[in-house]
C-alpha cells in the first residue's frame, strides 16, 4: 500500500521472497540439528517436555545453560519477533477492513482522526479474537502443522484467484467469488475431515532412542548429590 511505483513493489517481493526462504531453510537446518543431538535421547519420549513444540527451546536450555545469558536473549527475541509480527498484521488487518468493507459500506470519505480512531477499535477486537483462537490452537498437537494447513486453506483459493485473473481475462468477479467460496469450503473440509481422522492416521516420523538417557540422568543426579554433601560438610566445620 505504501511503495511509491510498481517497480519498487516488485523489488520489494522480490526481497522478500529471498528473506522468507531463507528462514524457511535455517528452520529446517536447525531441525536437522535438533534431531542429529538428540536421537538417542529422545525429550519427547523420555518426558522430559510435555509437548513437541517445546523442543526447540528445551534444547537451547540444553546447549547453552552454562551460558549466562545467552537462553534468555534467544527466548527475547522470539517473544518479540512474534509481538512485532502480530502487531503488524493487526495493524493491516484494520487498515484493509477500513479501506474495503467501512468505506464502502458508507460510501463517503473519512477524516483522519476518525479513521484512526476506527482503526485502533479494530485492532482492539481483532487481538481479542486472536487471543480467543489461542485457547483452539492448544487442542492441535503441532502448532507448526495447524499455522500450515491454516495457511493452505487460505491462500489456497486466494492463489486460485490470481492464476483465474492471470490465464483468463474473461473471468468476472461472480465467477472469481464462486471460485473462492467453493475452494475455501473444500479445503475446509480436508483439514477438518483431518483433524477429525488424525488419530487414525500412522504418523511417519524418524526413528528415535533413549538408549541414553538415563546415564545422563544418572550423572545429574549424581553431580547434584556430591554438591550437596559439600555444602553440608562446610556447614559442620
Known sequence: MSIRSTRAAKQALFINGIGSGLIVFFSGFIGVIIYAYYVDCDPYTSKQIQDIDQILPYFVMDVLSDKKGLPGVFLACIFSGSLSTISSGLNSLSAVIIEDVYKRLIGRQMTDQRQGFISKILSVILGIVVMLLTYVVSYFDSILNATLS???????????????????????????????????????????GAQITKKQMKNVSLSLSIANCSETISNTSTNWTTTTTVAMHTSLK
Do not use: C, S
Open 150 to 192: 491454516l495457511f493452505g486453506v487460505i491462500e489456497g483459493p486466494i492463489m486460485g484467484v490470481f492464476v483465474l485473473g492471470l490465464f483468463f481475462p474473461r473471468a468476472n468477479r461472480r465467477g472469481a467469488l464462486i471460485g473462492f467460496v467453493t475452494g475455501l469450503a473444500f479445503l475446509l473440509w480436508i483439514f477438518l
